[in-house]
């Protein structure tokens, strides 16, 4: 199939909603909207819309919701939408995991829509990925399912594992006591 590059038929505008100062974390989700929109006075059908990323990130769902029809699809950089009517938008959303880097680095994220043998471009999302300390706690004890009475000590067995990218130089257990051990 030959495309050719266009303008006017169908805008595209892809937006990040969850990245704060344009920063995202490794190992995070984050979402991103695009919106398409027929400017043509007839009705679009079998529209597709495919991601880009730079490999700093890992498409896991889109979805759209218009009208009476919705559709998601999971692990995969594309979707078709059946049908665009004239003059309205579809917003399609789309889940995304960063992935975990050893240095900070750009996410570029962008779409192609393809509409009537044309494509579209969106314009780039570009976010810091931000090297990050993702810590995992567990909290075991020596009286684990048993009744401690009055004056008993309890000792607790605290492990914490770094599994992001980052050095975690100091941590500090605060307010410990007020989690819930089962």
Request: charged share 25%; proline share 0%.
């Amino acid at each position: 199939m030959k495309t050719k590059v266009a303008e006017g038929n169908v805008e595209v505008k892809l937006v990040s909603i969850d990245a704060i100062d344009g920063i995202v974390e490794g190992g995070y989700s984050y979402r991103y909207i695009l919106y398409v929109t027929n400017k043509k006075n007839k009705d679009l059908k079998n529209v597709n819309v495919k991601y880009n990323t730079n490999n700093t990130a890992k498409i896991t769902e889109i979805s759209y919701v218009f009208n009476d029809e919705s559709k998601t699809v999971e692990n995969e950089d594309n979707i078709t939408i059946d049908k665009i009517k004239a003059g309205e938008t579809v917003e399609v959303v789309s889940y995304v995991t960063i992935n975990k880097l050893d240095k900070d680095a750009l996410s570029v994220m962008s779409a192609k829509v393809y509409a009537n043998n044309t494509e579209y471009s969106s314009n780039e999302v570009n976010s810091t990925v931000a090297s990050s300390v993702i810590l995992e706690m567990n909290a075991t004890s020596e009286n684990s399912g048993d009744y401690v009475k009055s004056g008993d000590t309890i000792k607790y067995n605290i492990v914490i594992k770094n599994t992001g990218s980052k050095v975690a130089d100091t941590i500090t257990l605060k307010n410990w006591k007020q989690m819930k051990f089962l």
